[in-house]
């Protein structure tokens, strides 16, 4: 899927979704909101393990593994857990398709591969995020403020 790189090695998050991510028991609706971090349980699924605070150097490669069950992905990150949504319409017994589809590759194995970039890489990477976020928050408090005063 992705060539490796001298400086990477592989992560493989092969069987990474919530294991019974569809139960046969009740769950109370509130748990199910829990347990997909207030995502809406019905386009979401869950991958876990990930190491924390490095989710989102991986965000894109993830969207582009779960191209193939809608087109329409995100991928969000709390911890060790990333969430992938799927905004497709499309519903298959009450469940989005993207999720189906994605519940399927796990149940016929097919292993989910990133490059894991080096402790030096990922340190620079993350460095340049928080950066990145850091312009960005301030910019927008700027322009609240700017709003604000107007």
């Known amino acids: 899927m992705y060539e490796i790189d001298d ?4 992560m493989i998050m092969a069987g990474a979704f919530y294991p019974n991510y569809f139960t046969s028991t009740n769950i109370d609706l509130q748990e199910a909101v829990r347990m997909c ?3 809406d349980f019905r386009n979401t699924v869950q991958l876990r393990n990930f190491p924390r605070e490095e989710g989102v ?4 490669k993830i969207c582009d593994m779960f191209k ?4 329409l992905v995100k991928a969000s990150f709390q911890d060790t857990k990333c969430f992938v949504e799927f905004n497709s ?3 298959t017994s009450g469940v989005n398709l993207g999720v189906y589809l ?7 194995s ?3 591969r990133i490059k894991r970039y080096n402790a030096k890489i990922t340190y620079q ?7 990145l976020k850091s312009i960005s928050s301030s910019t927008l408090s700027q322009t609240l403020d700017t709003t604000r005063s107007k």
Not at 68 to 71: A, F, G, R, W
Not at 102 to 108: I, K, S, W
């Open 7 to 10: 400086n990477e090695e592989l």
């Open 37 to 39: 971090n207030g995502k």
């Open 57 to 60: 150097l991986y965000t894109q």
């Open 68 to 71: 193939v069950c809608s087109k």
């Open 89 to 91: 319409s499309q519903v």
């Open 102 to 108: 994605a519940v399927q590759m796990r149940l016929l």
């Open 110 to 112: 097919i292993p989910l």
């Open 125 to 131: 990477k993350l460095k340049r995020h928080k950066q």
